[in-house]
């Protein structure tokens, strides 16, 4: 599926038309889907949150094979749940934004390095010189409060006095930090939303290869109708030419969201069902060498039903702390540009908190002062792979 020559949100109308994957029926109702996901005010759509994005798709008319190949699959990689389970409000927030927003809404970013050498380092400069402190692994086990007011953070080590707190950590760990005899009313309510929020896991499938198993010029596939084997990305295609050193093999990764039902399974099962999907949809590969799973229960916050009112803003919880999580609220489902997001709004609220004129009446639809362009194609700033 790529963008053609149309404007959105008929832009990808003539990929669609072409697409084998789906019937003209199927193709017909996601038109009408899309209409009604662009026809959506704001308001509208805020109150379709206790209604499950499957309900919604069936009351606009969509073909059990369009939910099941196109709009459960984006639901489960970018809402971390299956669509029955799905908040609409989500779904139709994320929609817009990631498919009919803007021609190059669906494309896909990677990075040609691992995550953590591609941002650590510049991070880790940028924090040396602005004067921060870092402490790593030393996990803030809980806050201090006086007069109802956080003023500190403990940690195993040691106790760090604090004039502000700004936490940042995983819902769980948010939660259990929010809590406690000495916390406010407002503070556990806070904990109790997040907790109702909840997690979904995910599965990361790292198989390797004698050789390259997508087709050229295909950088990854959507199974269709493959509960486990949801999507192949070629990896080793996405890396630079110097960061494939010392792997065993062509490297294909396979990430596997709302994996919760497949926990129990031992690798070599799911090494078993990753052979067949491979052996049914491209015979004849290069074998497979080498095989890693990664478990990861409590992947990554669930757009559920109800979510959207569970996400807390990030003065809620009071005491002075500023809540900046990708859950907190602001519709964007948990990701790397929510994380970004909400980062940026702790941040502003810190600054508007602390008197900052400039920062009074910044959201985060606005670019931050001195912050990069977000990545577009015809950016030459930022680098393409195709
Ligand atoms: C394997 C994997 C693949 C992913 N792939 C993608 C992707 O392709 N695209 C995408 O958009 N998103 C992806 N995500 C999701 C994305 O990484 C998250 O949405 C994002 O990182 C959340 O950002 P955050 O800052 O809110 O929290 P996190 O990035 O989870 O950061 C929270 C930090 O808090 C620390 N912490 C936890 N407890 C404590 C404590 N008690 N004290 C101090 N620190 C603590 C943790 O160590 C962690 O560093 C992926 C996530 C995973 C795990």
Redesign the pocket.
């Known amino acids: 599926i790529q963008s053609g020559t149309l404007p959105p949100p008929n832009h990808l109308s003539a990929s669609f038309l072409n697409a084998n994957f789906l019937g003209l029926g199927d193709k017909f109702s996601m038109q009408k889907a899309v209409q009604a996901i662009q026809n959506t005010d704001e308001e509208q759509r805020r109150e379709l949150d206790e209604l499950s994005f499957l309900e919604w798709l069936e009351n606009n008319g969509q073909t059990k094979r369009a939910i099941s190949r196109f709009w459960n699959s984006i639901s489960k990689l970018a809402l971390n749940v299956d669509c029955s389970q799905a908040s609409a409000a989500s779904a139709i927030f994320l929609f817009k934004k990631a498919l009919i927003g803007n021609a190059d809404a669906l494309d896909v970013g990677c990075f040609t390095n691992d995550f953590t050498n591609a941002v650590s380092s510049s991070l880790r400069r940028t924090l040396a010189a602005s004067g921060v402190d870092v402490f790593l692994s030393?996990?803030?086990?809980s806050l201090f409060r006086e007069a109802g007011v956080v003023t500190g953070v403990n940690?195993k080590e040691r106790f760090h006095s604090a004039d502000r707190v700004i936490i940042?950590?995983?819902i769980s760990?948010t939660a259990r930090?929010l809590t406690g005899s000495s916390a406010s009313m407002k503070s556990h309510e806070v904990a109790e939303s997040l907790a109702k929020l909840g997690n979904t896991s995910?599965i990361?499938i790292h198989a390797f290869h004698e050789g390259p198993i997508l087709p050229e010029g295909i950088p990854f596939v959507s199974c269709c109708d493959e509960p486990l084997i949801q999507m192949l990305f070629d990896r080793s295609g996405e890396l630079d030419d110097g960061n494939r050193g010392g792997l065993p093999g062509h490297w294909i990764c396979s990430?596997v969201s709302h994996a919760d039902n497949y926990l129990q399974w031992d690798d070599e099962l799911i090494r078993t069902e990753y052979q067949r999907v491979i052996d049914t949809a491209f015979p004849d590969s290069p074998a497979l060498i080498d095989f890693h799973v990664?478990k990861?229960n409590r992947?990554?916050t669930s757009m559920k039903t109800g979510s959207q009112r569970l996400r807390p803003n990030p003065l809620d919880a009071g005491e002075g702390v500023i809540l900046g999580?990708?859950?907190i609220n602001i519709d964007w489902p948990?990701?790397?540009?929510?994380?970004t997001r909400?980062?940026l709004v702790a941040a502003a609220t810190y600054l508007r908190e602390s008197g900052v004129r400039d920062f009074a009446e910044w959201n985060h639809e606005e670019k931050w002062p001195d912050w990069p362009n977000s990545a577009k194609k015809e950016d030459l700033d930022w680098r393409i792979w195709e």
């Open positions: 030393s996990p803030a086990t940690t940042c950590t995983p760990d930090l995910q990361g990430p990664v990861i992947f990554a999580g990708d859950w948990s990701s790397l540009e929510a994380s909400a980062g």
